[in-house]
Nanobody, 123 residues
């Protein structure tokens, strides 16, 4: 079992930045592919970013490429999502996700989810 706890969400103006964190506890963190998903009001949850076990391979949704950066610190059992140049359309609940067997880009491949943290970007 893996427990994921997100933090760092909040209210920010368009053009601003936020850094989300996700702390993991439970089984060996470095065994898991990790990722971020988000769900905006009235929309389905969507993939945002994913990172490989060693932090070398990174994947991004087209909508956030060049603005968001995912990272992980296996010594701290934590992943991060640095979000820059935020836009109102980035407003969503952001979820941390862990996958044991595949890079975490699809919901069906996720083994564990956090409860989410709300990011609100005002115009």
């Amino acid at each position: 079992q893996v427990q994921l706890v997100e933090s760092g969400g909040g209210l920010v103006q368009a053009g601003g930045s936020l850094r989300l964190s996700c702390a993991a506890s439970g089984r060996t963190f470095s065994n898991y592919f990790m990722g971020w998903f988000r769900q905006a009001p009235g929309r389905e949850r969507e993939f945002v970013a994913a990172i490989g076990r060693l932090g070398l391979n990174k994947y991004y949704a087209d909508s956030v490429k060049g603005r968001f950066a995912i990272a992980r610190d296996n010594a701290k059992n934590t992943i991060y999502l640095q979000m820059n140049s935020l836009k109102p359309e980035d407003t969503a609940v952001y979820y941390c996700a862990a996958a044991l067997t595949l890079i975490a880009t699809r919901e069906n491949d996720i083994d564990y989810w956090g409860k989410g943290t709300l990011v609100t970007v005002s115009s």
